[in-house]
């Protein structure tokens, strides 16, 4: 059994509804095969009895005693009911006459001279074994005991054959006439023959035709749940493409549709999850990347402030202690004491720039300025630096506007032109020229000069990253001019970069801005 059990659970749904269809159809039959074959003879019996009760009770109406002209409705009833008829009646002497018959006649009968005594009826049951023969057995079903319907009921048997009868003796009220009907046993026998015949084929087909029934019906049954089950494999898989389609009305199809509303939530759920652990990460980058930063700043600063600090500190130890007591000398010192002085307050300066921009202490405070104003206020400061080294200094107007924070845009050009002048060597030339695309416009700074290695490129925007570390105490940079770039661009979520230029042997730095949309333009 226990087998069976696990043999039935490792079948698919489909099969186990076919299963369970044809086991349906299989004890159904049974138990009706089981009942016919046991009830069904005692049941067809019974009817017969009743059949022959019902005639017997007609013939109460139908016969008035005189069978010559009773004989067309005895006939009926006897094609009616499917019986034969025996009518007599006593004669003086107690000798009877067969007044009407469809009995085949046994002269047997005659002999019965106590026939008519108290109790005919059972008078006549005594002699039936001499009347139908010596080997026949006679057994009373049923005896009515009412005054006014007396009868019985009997069957009859040929025990060497099987052959016999079903009859129904008793007295008719009006004339007393004795009333036997018999409804011969093979003809119920053959109509119980025919009825288990025709039932076992019709057993036969019907399971035939729930096997071919149950084939569609198990798949109309399992297919839905079969699209459920792959879907919440999909879900499983955090796939939610799928969606039930089916439109029952049943709970299949409420289950469908809350599997697809739980689809639903799970994605955005899902989504939610997944957005919250990416800002999650970014966090978790932006804060190890300022932790690096934090750790590099304080390595850098420590660096950069050593050497000025150095200097401030044995410069002024010099003139403590008059090492030199000309007046030229003291100058010499106190100028590399401002000059190293000015060096880390410009260092302190960018830092704390650098920071609040990065920070967002410093939003940016976009406002409509012109490109061609900007460039040439910021090429101004720069015309005696660059004629001292020998630079020519242009500049190519372009005749449009930004929509940006000035100041910032400013100190990050500036910051462009200051590094594009310390790395031109003498009899070069920087460039400071726009290009106009849609929707915003492109400030490029260009010198002439050595390139920056590709690998180099992208690190040139981390504060303190310098290309020549022997001579940015002579160019007298602090390190995060580019760095500054990098956070202003970012904080006006635009564009930057840089790139060699083979062609015009030098280096490229650029930055997008944003054009001004025609609103802020009817506003300004």
């Not at 108290?118 to 009347?131: E, G, K, M």
């Not at 800002?279 to 930063?293: G, Y």
């Not at 106190?334 to 609040?356: K, P, Q």
């Not at 107007?397 to 000035?406: E, F, K, L, W």
């Amino acid at each position: 059994m226990r087998r069976a059990i696990e043999l039935y659970n490792r079948l698919n749904l489909w099969a186990k509804f076919m299963f369970n269809i044809l086991l349906t159809a299989v004890i159904f039959v049974s138990l009706f095969g089981l009942s016919f074959t046991t009830r069904y003879d005692k049941f067809v019996m019974s009817q017969r009895s009743s059949q022959l009760q019902r005639a017997f009770l007609r013939l109460q109406t139908d016969y008035s005693g005189d069978a010559l002209s009773n004989r067309e409705a005895l006939e009926q009833l006897e094609y009616e009911y499917g019986l034969r008829m025996l009518i007599l009646t006593d004669t003086v002497g107690g000798v009877f006459n067969i007044k009407y018959t469809s009995l085949v006649y046994s002269p047997r009968i005659g002999t019965g001279r106590s026939f008519f005594s108290a109790n005919p009826v059972r008078s006549f049951i005594d002699i039936l074994p001499r009347a139908f023969g010596d080997n026949i057995s006679v057994s009373v079903t049923y005896e009515n005991t009412d005054p006014a319907y007396d009868y019985l009921v009997f069957n009859v048997q040929e025990n060497t054959s099987g052959v016999g009868f079903i009859g129904l003796l008793g007295r008719h009220n009006a004339t007393n006439d004795i009333i036997m009907l018999q409804l011969p046993t093979p003809i119920v026998q053959s109509a119980v023959d025919v009825t288990r015949v025709f039932l076992l084929a019709a057993g036969s087909m019907s399971l035939i035709a729930a096997l071919l029934l149950a084939l569609p019906l198990a798949r109309r049954l399992s297919s839905p749940i079969v699209e459920i089950n792959r879907i919440a494999e999909r879900m499983a898989d955090l796939d939610f493409s799928l969606q039930y389609t089916g439109h029952e009305g049943d709970e299949i199809g409420a289950l469908g549709s809350s599997v697809n509303r739980l689809s639903g939530h799970l994605q955005r759920t899902i989504a939610e999850l997944v957005d919250a652990n990416h800002r999650l990460e970014a966090e978790v980058e932006r804060a190890h990347r300022l932790d690096e930063m934090r750790k590099n700043l304080l390595i850098n600063v420590s660096h950069e402030l050593k050497t000025p600090l150095a200097l401030v500190q044995g410069y002024a130890e010099g003139l403590r202690i008059n090492i030199d007591s000309d007046d030229e000398s003291r100058a010499f010192y106190c100028g590399v004491i401002e000059e190293e002085a000015r060096h880390m307050t410009s260092l302190v300066s960018d830092l704390l720039s650098l920071s609040r921009i990065e920070a967002g202490a410093i939003p940016p405070e976009p406002e409509l300025f012109s490109i061609d104003e900007l460039a040439e206020a910021c090429t101004a400061r720069f015309a005696s630096v660059a004629e001292a080294k020998g630079v020519a200094l242009e500049v190519h107007p372009v005749g449009v506007q930004a929509y940006a924070d000035r100041d910032m845009i400013e100190r990050a050009l500036l910051n462009f032109l200051s590094n594009a002048l310390d790395h031109t060597p003498e009899g070069g030339v920087v460039r400071l020229y726009a290009t106009r695309t849609e929707g915003r416009v492109r400030l490029s700074v260009f010198n002439s000069g050595e390139f920056i290695n590709e690998d180099e490129l992208p690190r040139i925007w981390q504060s303190f990253y310098k290309l020549d570390k022997a001579r940015t105490r002579s160019l007298g940079g602090t390190g995060i001019g580019l760095s500054i770039v990098k956070a202003v661009m970012e904080a006006h979520h635009c564009a930057y970069g840089a790139h060699n230029e083979p062609i015009a042997g030098g280096v490229v730095f650029w930055f997008d801005l944003p054009l001004p949309s025609p609103a802020v333009e009817e506003v300004e």
